[in-house]
């Protein structure tokens, strides 16, 4: 297979990949370059999905204004890629002379477990990682300048569901730990609210052919603070898209949680005169959320505690779950929640152990997964980063926490089933104004945040053997 670009948008790219990479070398050199100011910059590369047959790259182009502070400017989009085994230098295979600071270029047609070797160019600057620990990692395909595609598990390709989480609609500052500290962000005037946009932008890219989602989990924190106004737009929103119970599932987390005071009146009651307005939009506290879709099970936790950050499960729902897996323990099995599980996970989050699910829920849970050979993955949030963790229990689940909606990295994870296994890819949203946040917001936590949340390359894009060949 050759490269080949994937259009986001009518008569603004060249697709050169048809010609393949051999047929392209002579084009080197020869594309229309725009102009940048001096001491301009093409920084903040990664690599941000690796498929069996594609690669996204994602850079910003900046320069310094008057006072000296970088700020995005104007530029074009140019990839060069070729088989990392091959003497000739990588050939161009996507062109977009469409000006921007946030350049994402998608490139098809690869073959699968083959070394490339890329360039990112704007203008006459070539693209380089941001002077992080992730991706100036040694080993970091943005620090090598190589990347090898995955291998796909064998068999028919089944479906494809999304996983996402951490909305916060109507959240206002982003980036904020504790108080007004660190220094958040705000969305800029005249600009729609960031957990508007960013959630736009999913919808979008997952109608999209090239994307095909059929199912999208929804793993807590879709409110900021579970107001009346924002439970309800949100699921309005989500409506506008699809069909709750159908082509979505949604859970509560920690912000999703009952509230008390006068702006929550209308809301359902709640035990300790809490109001619930999540209840009235979604489902009720601490419910298990249930769907079958071609054989697979789909399992939702509600994970939330009515104080505090971090989980907790509550008897009546544990004994709902250990009932579904005890009746029929071998049926491929997808859970989601909001809180991750794991010891690994409450260690290595900033806010430690407290943060994630309660450590007696976790064991009991863990524990119930071990006489469920069927449930193989567990999708979190909470924690607005990619990662995975390892079990505690002898059980073979995968526990995948996927970043955050509404902030840098700002996308969603595709979770794509084959008869022999399954593929787990991340994806940045790539609408213009997603682009644009989610590069303004790699400025939080002290310019930190893509430390943090990015996670390495093996973490947002995996594959995993499995049989599935039972699946319809």
């Known amino acids: 297979m050759h490269p080949r670009m994937s259009c986001c948008g009518p008569n603004r790219r060249t697709v050169l990949g048809a010609l393949g990479l051999a047929a392209l070398l002579p ?32 850079w910003t182009t900046l320069a310094p204004d008057p006072a000296g502070r970088l700020i995005p400017v104007d530029a074009d989009t ?23 600071p946030f350049h994402y270029a998608e490139i098809g047609g690869l073959e699968p477990g083959r070394a ?28 090598r300048g190589e990347f090898t595609t995955l291998v796909p598990p064998p068999g028919r390709r089944l479906r494809t569901l999304a996983l996402a989480n951490d909305v916060h609609f109507g959240e206002q500052i982003s980036g904020l730990i504790a108080g007004d500290l660190p220094p958040g962000f705000r969305q800029g005037p005249g600009l729609a609210p960031y957990p508007e946009v960013m959630l736009a932008a999913v919808l979008d890219d997952l109608r999209r052919p090239d994307r095909g989602a059929e199912l999208l989990l929804l793993a807590g924190d879709l409110t900021a603070e579970a107001s009346e106004l924002d439970t309800r737009t949100v699921r309005a929103r989500l ?48 419910q298990l959320v249930e769907h079958e879709v071609g054989g697979l099970r789909v399992l939702g936790l509600d994970t939330s505690s009515l104080d505090g950050a971090g989980g907790s499960i509550e008897r009546a729902q ?28 409450g260690l290595s989050n900033l806010a430690g152990p407290g943060f994630v699910l309660d450590g007696r829920d976790s064991g009991e ?3 119930l997964y071990t006489r469920s050979p069927g449930v193989f993955l567990q999708h979190s949030g909470h924690t607005h980063r990619n990662r995975r963790t390892r079990p505690d229990a002898p059980c073979a689940v995968e526990f995948l926490e996927v970043a955050a909606v509404k ?38 936590y002290f310019g930190l945040l893509p430390d943090y949340t990015l996670g390495t390359c093996a973490d947002r894009n995996h594959v995993v053997p499995r049989d599935f060949s039972g699946l319809r």
């Open 27 to 58: 084009f080197a050199g020869r594309t229309k370059a725009r102009a940048l100011p001096d001491a301009a910059v093409a920084t903040d590369l990664e690599v941000v999905t690796i498929t069996d047959t594609s690669v996204i790259l994602t």
């Open 78 to 100: 140019h990839v060069r890629i070729g088989p990392a085994d091959s003497a000739r230098a990588p050939a161009p295979v996507f062109a977009d002379d469409h000006p921007t």
């Open 116 to 143: 490339y070797r890329f360039e990112a160019w704007s203008a006459d600057l070539r693209a380089a990682p941001a002077l992080s620990l992730t991706t100036s990692d040694p080993a970091a395909p943005e620090a």
């Open 239 to 286: 409506d506008g898209w699809g069909a709750l119970g159908r082509d979505y599932l949604a859970v509560r987390g920690n912000h999703d949680r009952p509230h008390t005071g006068g702006e929550y009146a209308g809301c359902a009651p709640a035990p300790a005169d809490h109001r619930d307005c999540w209840a009235d939009a979604f489902s009720a506290r601490q």
């Open 318 to 345: 544990f004994d709902h779950l250990a009932e579904r897996l005890r009746a029929d323990p071998d049926r491929p099995t997808l859970l989601f929640g909001h809180h991750p599980v794991t010891t690994e996970s």
């Open 365 to 367: 849970l863990q524990a």
């Open 407 to 444: 902030e840098y990295p700002g996308g969603y994870s595709l979770l794509r089933l084959y008869e022999g296994g399954y593929m787990v890819n991340f994806y940045k949203t790539r609408t213009e104004d997603a682009r644009r946040w989610s590069a303004l917001t790699r400025g939080e």
